[in-house]
C-alpha cells in the first residue's frame, strides 16, 4: 500500500506536502505575533472589536451596544457594582461592562466555541474585571445563591426551555435586571404571521406561584449546525408573552421597570429592552 502510495507521488498524482490548515487544526502560527492571529484560531465571528484595534471579526458591534449604554445610564454610578451576564457570547458586552467601570463581571457561557472565543476578547481588550465560566447558567442560578448588583441577561431568555423559573431565578439574585429579549405576542403573531411559522403548535400554561403563565414553543430546526448559530443547548425553547414577564418581574420585587428599544417588526419576533430594579420604599 505504501509503496503504492510512494508510486503516486513519484508521478505527481498526491501532493508532496498537504496545503495549510485553517484555524486550530495545524498546530503553529507561521505569521508574525499579531491579535488577529487569535481571531483566525476560531471561525464565524459575530462581533466586531473596537476600530482602533484594527481587526477583521464579525460586524455587530456589541462592545459600544447603545441599547446597553442606555440601561447602564438609568443604572447611574456603575463604578463598584457586581455582575452576573448571562451568554456573554464574545464578550463583547462583557468589555462595555468594563469600560463602564462595573467592579466585577462574572460571565457564564455554555457554547464551548462561543467561551473560547470570550477568552480570546479578554486578551485583546486586556479586561482585567470579567471572568468567564464555561458551563450552563441556569444549573448556576439553581445551585448559587451568590447575589449581584446587576444580572444583565440580553438575547438568552428566549433560548430557555423554561423561562419562567428562570427569570424567577434571575429575579433572587438581583437588584437590577438588565433584560433584552424577544417576546410572544398573540394579537401581532397570528396563526398566518410568518414569524409564526418556527413555532411548533404547543401552548402550555406554567403554574407558578400560584400564578399561571402562558409559554410558546418553537424550534431552531437544527439551526446548530450553522457556524454562526448562538442560541441555546436545546432545540426546543418556550418564549413568554410580555405582560407575563412583567407581572413575574413585578412579584420579584422589581417595582421600577423601565422599557425601550421596543421593535415589533422584527424578522424572529417582537423584542424589547427591560431596565427593572428594586426601589426602595417604591
Ligand atoms: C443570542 S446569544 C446572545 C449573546 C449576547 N448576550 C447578546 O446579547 O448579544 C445567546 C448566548 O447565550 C448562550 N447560552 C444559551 N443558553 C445558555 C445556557 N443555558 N448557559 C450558558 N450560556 C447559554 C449562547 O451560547 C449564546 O452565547
Same mark, same amino acid.
Given at each position: 500500500?505504501?509503496?503504492?502510495?510512494?508510486?503516486?507521488?513519484?508521478?505527481?498524482?498526491?501532493?508532496?506536502?498537504?496545503?495549510?490548515?485553517?484555524?486550530?487544526?495545524?498546530?503553529?502560527?507561521?505569521?508574525?505575533?499579531?491579535?488577529?492571529?487569535?481571531?483566525?484560531?476560531?471561525?464565524?465571528?459575530?462581533?466586531?472589536?473596537?476600530?482602533?484595534?484594527?481587526?477583521?471579526?464579525?460586524?455587530?458591534?456589541?462592545?459600544?451596544?447603545?441599547?446597553?449604554?442606555?440601561?447602564?445610564?438609568?443604572?447611574?454610578?456603575?463604578?463598584?457594582?457586581?455582575?452576573?451576564?448571562?451568554?456573554?457570547?464574545?464578550?463583547?458586552?462583557?468589555?462595555?461592562?468594563?469600560?463602564?467601570?462595573?467592579?466585577?463581571?462574572?460571565?457564564?457561557?455554555?457554547?464551548?466555541?462561543?467561551?473560547?472565543?470570550?477568552?480570546?476578547?479578554?486578551?485583546?481588550?486586556?479586561?482585567?474585571?470579567?471572568?468567564?465560566?464555561?458551563?450552563?447558567?441556569?444549573?448556576? !442560578?439553581? @445551585?448559587?445563591?451568590?447575589?449581584? #448588583? +446587576?444580572?444583565? $441577561?440580553?438575547?438568552? %431568555?428566549?433560548?430557555?426551555?423554561? *423561562?419562567?423559573?428562570?427569570?424567577?431565578?434571575?429575579?433572587?439574585?438581583?437588584?437590577?435586571?438588565?433584560?433584552?429579549?424577544?417576546?410572544?405576542?398573540?394579537?401581532?403573531?397570528?396563526?398566518?404571521?410568518?414569524?409564526?411559522?418556527?413555532?411548533?403548535?404547543?401552548?402550555?400554561?406554567?403554574?407558578?406561584?400560584?400564578?399561571?403563565?402562558?409559554?410558546?414553543?418553537?424550534?431552531?430546526?437544527?439551526?446548530?449546525?450553522?457556524?454562526?448559530?448562538?442560541?441555546?443547548?436545546?432545540?426546543?425553547?418556550?418564549?413568554?408573552?410580555?405582560?407575563?414577564?412583567?407581572? !413575574?418581574? @413585578?412579584?420579584?420585587?422589581?417595582? #421600577? +421597570?423601565?422599557? $425601550?428599544?421596543?421593535? %415589533?417588526?422584527?424578522?424572529?419576533? *417582537?423584542?424589547?429592552?427591560?431596565?427593572?430594579?428594586?426601589?426602595?420604599?417604591?
Amino acid at each position: 500500500m505504501r509503496g503504492m502510495h510512494r508510486l503516486r507521488r513519484l508521478l505527481g498524482l498526491v501532493p508532496l506536502e498537504a496545503p495549510p490548515r485553517e484555524g486550530l487544526d495545524s498546530k503553529y502560527e507561521r505569521r508574525s505575533p499579531h491579535a488577529q492571529n487569535a481571531l483566525d484560531l476560531i471561525s464565524g465571528w459575530t462581533g466586531s472589536f473596537p476600530g482602533a484595534l484594527g481587526l477583521e471579526a464579525g460586524n455587530l458591534a456589541l462592545h459600544a451596544d447603545q441599547r446597553l449604554h442606555w440601561a447602564l445610564d438609568q443604572y447611574g454610578l456603575v463604578e463598584g457594582a457586581s455582575v452576573l451576564e448571562l451568554g456573554p457570547l464574545e464578550g463583547g458586552h462583557s468589555a462595555l461592562l468594563e469600560a463602564r467601570g462595573a467592579e466585577s463581571v462574572l460571565a457564564i457561557e455554555a457554547n464551548k466555541k462561543a467561551y473560547l472565543k470570550c477568552l480570546i476578547a479578554k486578551e485583546i481588550m486586556e479586561l482585567k474585571r470579567c471572568r468567564f465560566l464555561l458551563g450552563d447558567f441556569e444549573k448556576y !442560578l439553581h @445551585e448559587t445563591d451568590t447575589e449581584f #448588583d +446587576i444580572v444583565l $441577561a440580553s438575547g438568552v %431568555l428566549y433560548h430557555m426551555q423554561n *423561562p419562567v423559573h428562570v427569570l424567577d431565578r434571575i429575579g433572587r439574585r438581583c437588584q437590577t435586571m438588565i433584560l433584552w429579549t424577544h417576546y410572544f405576542d398573540p394579537e401581532i403573531m397570528h396563526e398566518n404571521e410568518t414569524r409564526r411559522g418556527a413555532f411548533l403548535g404547543e401552548i402550555k400554561t406554567l403554574e407558578h406561584d400560584g400564578q399561571s403563565y402562558r409559554l410558546y414553543q418553537r424550534g431552531y430546526h437544527e439551526a446548530w449546525h450553522a457556524d454562526s448559530y448562538c442560541g441555546g443547548p436545546d432545540d426546543t425553547h418556550y418564549w413568554m408573552e410580555r405582560p407575563d414577564i412583567i407581572d !413575574l418581574c @413585578e412579584r420579584n420585587g422589581f417595582n #421600577d +421597570i423601565r422599557v $425601550a428599544f421596543e421593535d %415589533l417588526d422584527g424578522p424572529n419576533g *417582537p423584542s424589547c429592552l427591560f431596565y427593572m430594579t428594586k426601589q426602595e420604599g417604591g
